[in-house]
């Protein structure tokens, strides 16, 4: 009998990967709370070279995340998600000594491409590890849920590094950072090593399966757009409370911790939904409309003032934290299911160029077209979600109704 994955049932090999996430997500989180006040304050770098160098590394990165899906392939996720997570700690320690804006953005490149490989591969090896669709859903969950939450405890751990503010400080950060990084090799490296999948028969006319059929790109592209809840969040929902509404600016904090506690409690029990494909389809209409109404809610928080704005601006992060999970958890199962097993890491690392892209491209939509429009753009946004949630549900269906029968996965256990 299969063991079911919640918090309090793991399998071993589960409680090492979510281990493993809680540890590097805690570096993550101390990085991310001293990094700026490093590179600005002992390296000498501007606030604007800083970003620029993240977003051109994002952008080169973009082909990393390709290679190591065809490496996790090859050589298997296990080996190759490992050295991803001791590749980035070393970066990480590399960041303590540099010295100038051309030491930097080589190790911003290596590190965000390590970075930009790691999730696709942990999914391959989830899947490979956990055969049945409701377990690896929830495990995968159960992930986001640890990382959020180290996230947060390594941002509030780099107040201290913040508050020394010496280079000695910073410097034992980073390999504080380093250490939780080698620490996740280490447990994922303990997971049992997962059988190859064996090579499946194709239908005549198939063709070659080393790149993604029509379905698997068309998916990929619409999840460009249901994962802006990661943009909306981070670039429109502050400048859009504190330029168009007259809410008071401590929202803006507000609004992000009511983000990060609804995504803790709601992304475990949601993810138990995604547990068949035809459920998982219709969760990206799920998403897509929650997603609507968040860009609604946002349009009319600008048009009203006081408490009424301030409920609206409630309303919307509920809605977009709604979507991000349904739509997360349904992804997450669908990107895995319409993959073959034996080229299931190339096809998740293509699947995650829309999380990537939406990352170097999104702030650049947000602000140029969604907010420079106002409420039109706001309303524009939810007709847009609405479309794409409808069109991902088709999409993934009739990829699955195209698999050959050997690489259909059974629905229901």
Do not use: K
């Not at 160098?53 to 490992?82: I, K």
């Not at 219709?282 to 349009?299: D, I, Q, T």
């Not at 199962?333 to 892209?357: E, H, K, M």
């Amino acid at each position: 009998m299969r063991r079911p994955v919640g918090l309090r049932e793991l399998s071993a090999e589960g409680r090492r990967l979510a281990l493993a996430a809680l540890v590097q997500s805690l570096g993550i989180g101390l990085f991310t709370a001293s990094s700026i006040a490093w590179f600005t304050r002992h390296v000498g770098l501007s606030a604007n070279q800083v970003a620029t160098g993240l977003a051109v590394a994002g952008a080169a990165a973009l082909a990393g995340s390709l290679l190591a899906g065809v490496l996790a392939d090859r050589h298997g996720a296990r080996q190759v998600l490992a050295t991803v997570y001791a590749g980035r700690g070393l970066c990480f320690l590399a960041f303590a000594f540099v010295t100038d804006l051309w030491q930097y953005l080589l190790v911003t490149l290596f590190s965000v491409a390590f970075d930009r490989a790691g999730p696709p591969v942990l999914q391959a090896l989830v899947a490979a590890a956990l055969p049945e669709q409701r377990d690896r859903s929830r495990l995968l969950g159960l992930v986001n849920v640890v990382r959020n939450i180290g996230l947060g405890l390594g941002a509030m751990a780099g107040g201290v590094t913040l508050t020394l503010d010496t280079v000695e400080a910073y410097r034992i950060t980073m390999v504080l950072i380093t250490a939780a990084f080698l620490g996740g090799a280490v447990l994922v490296l303990r997971v049992p090593a997962p059988a190859r999948p064996a090579a499946v028969a194709h239908r005549p006319g198939d063709g070659p399966r080393a790149l993604p059929d029509r379905h698997y790109l068309a998916l990929t592209g619409l999840n460009f757009l249901l994962s802006f809840f990661d943009v909306l969040l981070l670039v429109a929902m502050p400048v859009w409370v504190l330029d168009h509404t007259s809410a008071p600016h401590a929202m803006v904090s507000v609004l992000y911790a009511l983000n990060t506690v609804l995504v803790v409690v709601a992304q475990l029990p949601v993810s138990r939904l995604a547990d068949e494909v035809r459920r998982s389809s219709r969760m990206l209409l799920w998403g897509g409309a929650a997603m609507a109404v968040c860009s609604l809610c946002f349009a009319a928080a600008g048009a009203v003032h006081g408490g009424a704005s301030i409920a609206l601006l409630v309303l919307a992060i509920v809605a977009l934290s709604v979507g991000e999970v349904v739509s997360t958890s349904a992804t997450w199962n669908l990107s895995i299911v319409l993959a073959p097993p034996q080229a299931r890491g190339r096809y998740l690392a293509v699947f995650g160029l829309g999380l990537a892209g939406q990352r170097v491209l999104g702030p650049v939509v947000v602000t140029g077209l969604l907010l420079g429009s106002g409420a039109v753009g706001w309303i524009g946004a939810a007709a847009v979600f609405v479309l794409t949630g409808a069109a991902a549900e088709r999409v993934a269906l009739a990829g699955h109704a195209r698999l050959p029968s050997g690489e259909t996965e059974l629905t229901r256990p």
